[in-house]
């Protein structure tokens, strides 16, 4: 089964540039309200819903801003249907480097991103 791959890199586009530039309208219009971010702090499972991410981000500089170096790329996306994708990618935002795991839904208006679990590195 073959799907049409644009769409998707395009949503995922878009978030790699919300991030780069700390763009939480951008951000925002990229996931569903119902969204919400996973990922696990000193073995505990943490949860946060995106309006909240957003508004941390809104706080920070973006890298872009600070002029650090760009380096995001989609490492897989598995489509199980037109209207669903699971897309693992690759993003920074020094010193924190994560590997992302988006699940990506075509809804009534396009594709939005309707969940993300992520783990990061901290580099110097």
Known sequence: MSHDRSSVEAVVQNYFDGLYECDTEKLGAMFHPSADLRWLEKG??????VPHWLERLKKLP?????????????????RSDENTAFVKVRCQWPPRYFTDYLVAMKLPDGWQIVSKSYRYDMRE
């Open 44 to 49: 505990e499972l943490k949860v946060i819903s």
């Open 62 to 78: 973006s890298a872009k801003s600070e002029g650090k170096a760009r380096e995001d790329f989609i490492v897989t996306i598995d």
